[in-house]
Nanobody, 126 residues
């Protein structure tokens, strides 16, 4: 079983940056894919970004392309989400998720991921 622990959330002004971290522990094969989702108040949890275990493949939702970067440090079993040019629309609880290998649109589906972190709050003020 994989355990995930997020950190790095907080309050930032519009245009600012934050870096989220998610450290994974547990059985390696279940950590093939690590991703980030977010859930704003009153909205469904949505896909943000994901990366394969070796970091060679990444996917982003359109609204964060060019602003967010997902990358991982496998030696530390940690995946990061660097968020730049933040806007109030990015305000949400951000969740780290681990799942099996995927490709294409399947990587953006919640059902691909079997383990979730507790979430970390990101608030962007205008």
């Amino acid at each position: 079983q994989v355990q995930l622990e997020e950190s790095g959330g907080g309050l930032v002004q519009a245009g600012g940056s934050l870096r989220l971290s998610c450290t994974a522990s547990g059985r390696a094969p279940s950590r093939d894919t690590l991703g980030w989702f977010r859930q704003a108040p009153g909205k469904e949890r949505e896909f943000v970004a994901t990366t394969s275990w070796y970091g060679s493949v990444t996917y982003y939702t359109d609204s964060v392309k060019g602003r967010f970067t997902i990358f991982r440090d496998n030696a530390k079993s940690t995946v990061f989400l660097q968020m730049n040019s933040l806007s109030p629309e990015d305000t949400a609880v951000y969740y780290c998720a681990a799942g099996s290998r995927c490709s294409g649109s399947r990587c953006s589906l919640r059902g691909t991921y079997t383990t979730w972190g507790q979430g970390t709050q990101v608030t962007v003020s205008s």
